[in-house]
Nanobody
């Protein structure tokens, strides 16, 4: 059974930064694509970025330049560096994993974490 555990969320002022992490356990996911999504209550879960096993990345156009995804395979960990945060970035941030790359639809991802709350104050 695969478990994904996110960490690093919290309260930050607008313009600030947070580094989120997601650790996978249960099996090695070094060949899996890892991704980050976020969800505001009452809205659909939104794709942020994905990184494949070789560190090829894919970003949502609206967030590219402010958010950076990276991974350390030997640690089974994926990171999301979030910079210049805005109040509309307040959401639960989720980590996901799947064998395939290029996916942006939530229903296609095989594994999910429980999420970490990010709150951006104005």
């Amino acid at each position: 059974q695969v478990q994904l555990v996110e960490a690093g969320g919290g309260l930050v002022q607008a313009g600030g930064s947070l580094r989120l992490s997601c650790v996978a356990s249960g099996r090695a996911l070094s060949t899996y694509t890892m991704a980050w999504f976020r969800q505001v209550p009452g809205k659909e879960r939104e794709f942020i970025a994905a990184v494949d096993w070789s560190s090829i990345t894919d970003y949502a156009a609206s967030l590219k330049g402010r958010f950076t995804i990276s991974r350390v395979n030997v640690k089974n960990t994926v990171y999301l560096q979030t910079n210049s945060l805005k109040p509309e970035g307040t959401a639960v941030y989720y980590c996901a994993a799947d064998r395939r790359f290029g996916l942006r639809a939530t229903r296609l991802y095989e594994y999910w974490g429980q999420g970490t709350q990010v709150t951006v104050s104005s």
